[in-house]
T-cell receptor, first 115, second 112 residues
Framework: DTGVSQNPRHKITKRGQNVTFRCDPI?????LYWYRQTLGQGPEFLTY????????KSRLLSDRFSAERPKGSFSTLEIQRTEQGDSAMYLC???FGQGELDTQYFGPGTRLTVL | GQQVMQIPQYQHVQEGEDFTTYCNSS?????IQWYKQRPGGHPVFLIQ?????EVKKQKRLTFQFGEAKKNSSLHITATQTTDVGTYFC????????????FGQGTELSVKP
């Protein structure tokens, strides 16, 4: 399968713990996006990378959240000192990077539950 | 901030009936994209509309982009149980970077 993959698929953690998620995009894609989706809502943009450069971050992304894409391939999203409000599905998407004509391909997501 | 609103939130139809979901933006969009998310799944790209007034069809699905590039609709003719899922519109805001702004989605259920 050459689609976008995400690991883990599910994560249960206690409040205050740190968690890290990984996304492996489609190999030839330059852009990688992170979104958060809660029940009954559409995906909310968090941040995106063009190759290894992080080009934009949402104001939703507090200083407890950090994302990296060190070699322009896979990306990690870390949440420090998790809170119950962080419980959500975290989606990764990738694209060729054709600007406004981009088509984004989503991964299966990581479902985070903070107890 | 920029918002993309979608109505209705839920739609329950009998198999064979038609279905329409509407999307409105507070800001002119560069383009609009539509995604489908099956229960328990992830969003899957359906189509992209770029030109003012553009209409595109995919079998029983018809997508429209408004003349002012602020609204869009998805119409499904003669729904089938395989159409079940949540349909999201997502707008690309010109000069606002590389992000898509998603609507809240319309959840479609189809009763056989």
């Amino acid at each position: 399968d050459t689609g976008v993959s995400q690991n883990p698929r599910h994560k249960i953690t206690k409040r205050g713990q740190n968690v890290t998620f990984r996304c492996d995009p489609i190999s030839e894609h330059n852009r990688l996006y992170w979104y958060r989706q809660t029940l009954g809502q559409g995906p909310e943009f968090l941040t995106y990378f063009q190759n290894e450069a992080q080009l934009e971050k949402s104001r939703l992304l507090s200083d407890r959240f950090s994302a990296e894409r060190p070699k322009g391939s896979f990306s990690t999203l870390e949440i420090q000192r998790t809170e119950q409000g962080d419980s959500a599905m975290y989606l990764c998407a990738s694209s060729f990077g054709q600007g406004e004509l981009d088509t984004q391909y989503f991964g299966p997501g990581t479902r985070l539950t903070v107890l | 901030g920029q918002q993309v609103m979608q109505i209705p939130q839920y739609q329950h139809v009998q198999e064979g009936e038609d279905f329409t979901t509407y999307c409105n933006s507070s800001t002119t969009l560069s383009n609009i994209q539509w995604y489908k998310q099956r229960p328990g799944g992830h969003p899957v790209f359906l189509i992209q509309l770029v030109k003012s007034g553009e209409v595109k069809k995919q079998k029983r699905l018809t997508f429209q982009f408004g003349e002012a590039k602020k609204n869009s609709s998805l119409h499904i003719t003669a729904t089938q149980t395989t159409d079940v899922g949540t349909y999201f519109c997502a707008g690309w805001i010109y000069n606002q970077g590389g992000k898509l702004i998603f609507g809240q989605g319309t959840e479609l259920s189809v009763k056989p």
